[in-house]
C-alpha cells in the first residue's frame, strides 16, 4: 500500500485573542475576542490577521518576548487591561495572559497583536 500522506504540511497555528476590563482574567469580563490563524496562510476575525502573525513570527510565537514600542509614551492612570490568548501556536498549546495598566500600554505592546 502506498504511503498515506500526511494530513497538513505545516504545523497549526489557531488562537483565540480576548481582551477585558480588570485585573486578572478570571475577575475579567471578555469584552472582545477574535480568532487569529496563521498557517497555512493569515486569516481569522483579527481584523489584521497578516500584521498580528507576523508580530508573533518575529518574537517565535512566545508572547513574553513581546516588548513595548520605545515611541510610545503612555499616562500613568490605572485602568487595568487584560489579554489572553488560548489555542495552539506551530503545534504547541498556548496559554498566555497579561494584565496592562491600560490600553495605551496593551497598545505599545505587540503593535496590531491586541489592537481589536
Same mark, same amino acid.
Given at each position: 500500500?502506498?504511503? &498515506? #500522506? ?13 481582551? =477585558? ?14 480568532? *487569529? ?6 486569516? =481569522? ?5 497578516? &500584521?498580528?502573525? &507576523?508580530?508573533?513570527? =518575529? ?5 513574553? #518576548? *513581546? ?40 497598545? &505599545? ?8
Amino acid at each position: 500500500a502506498p504511503d &498515506a #500522506a500526511p494530513a497538513s504540511l505545516y504545523a497549526p497555528s489557531a488562537l483565540v485573542l480576548t481582551i =477585558g476590563h480588570g485585573g486578572a482574567a478570571a475577575t475579567a469580563t471578555p469584552e472582545r475576542a477574535v480568532t *487569529l490563524t496563521c498557517a497555512p496562510t493569515s486569516s =481569522g476575525t483579527h481584523p489584521a490577521a497578516s &500584521a498580528a502573525c &507576523a508580530e508573533l513570527r =518575529g518574537v517565535g510565537g512566545d508572547f513574553a #518576548a *513581546l516588548k513595548a514600542r520605545d515611541d510610545v509614551w503612555c499616562n500613568k492612570l490605572y485602568d487595568p487591561v487584560v489579554v489572553t490568548a488560548q489555542g495552539v501556536w506551530q503545534g504547541q498549546r498556548v496559554s498566555y495572559e497579561r494584565t496592562f495598566g491600560n490600553s495605551c500600554e496593551r497598545d &505599545a505592546v505587540g503593535g496590531s497583536l491586541f489592537a481589536f
